[in-house]
């Protein structure tokens, strides 16, 4: 998909200045909320592709069906949901996310089952009761001051035996911080891995965003991971 520069230049900077200008997660989960009218226009000029990559693993590997109940977190405006839905999902999915405003724009979508709103914390459950998920999905969430990357250990409190995680991050390390927010994921992944509660099933390499300010050529676009693992 070839993208338009120049609105593609714009929603960057709505994305890098307007939203992750705080330094603290709250100040940036706030932005979200104030700007989340804005959010799914930028978010498509800027060719963010890796909602729709995780939907078609989580069709490919989730074992989905009517009955199946896939958990989103960090749902925001609701783009995976909507993603998940014209693939034919046609089973629940209940969203969480620390943000008011992003969660009011997914609850128009009228997709999800229960959107709850919970601001995360490195050592809290996740606020979804006693419901054992088939597959939780957190996308445009592991990233430096968004989440705590040990909030990825979490999931497998609330997800099956045999179903399936999909997180994503950017890989493209554009400052330190960038990179030992990665380190300290992968970590975080690899913990979960020897203590045998999940497997990695598919690291998937694909494009994050179509372009790239961070690069000389901003054309280019900028790689993501879609992680998967299966809980034992
Ligand atoms: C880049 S958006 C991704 C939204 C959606 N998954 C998508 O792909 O469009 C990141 C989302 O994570 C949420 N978020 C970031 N940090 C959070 C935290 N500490 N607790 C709860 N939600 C958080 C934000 O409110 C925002 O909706």
Redesign the pocket.
Known sequence: MSLDLQKARVAWNF?YND?LGPDT??G??EC??QH?AR??LH?KDIG?N??AT?AKLLMKYGNLGPESEVL?????????GKELRELGYKGEIDG????SG??KIAESRKLYRNLVQ????SDCALDVGDVMYDAI?????F?P????AS?AKSFFNHVKSGGVVII?YRVNETTTSDSEYIAELKGAIKSICDEGKASVIAEHLTDFYGVNFFAGDPSKPCAGMCLCLRKT
Do not use: R
Request: charged letters at 10%.
């Open positions: 994305l939203i997660e709250q940036i989960v979200y909320s989340a959010y799914d978010i963010y890796v909602p995780a989103d977190v960090g749902a925001g405006t609701g783009i995976v969480l996310d620390g943000s992003m969660l919970q601001f995360l914390t999905v957190s996308i445009g969430v990233s001051i968004h989440v705590s909030v994503s």
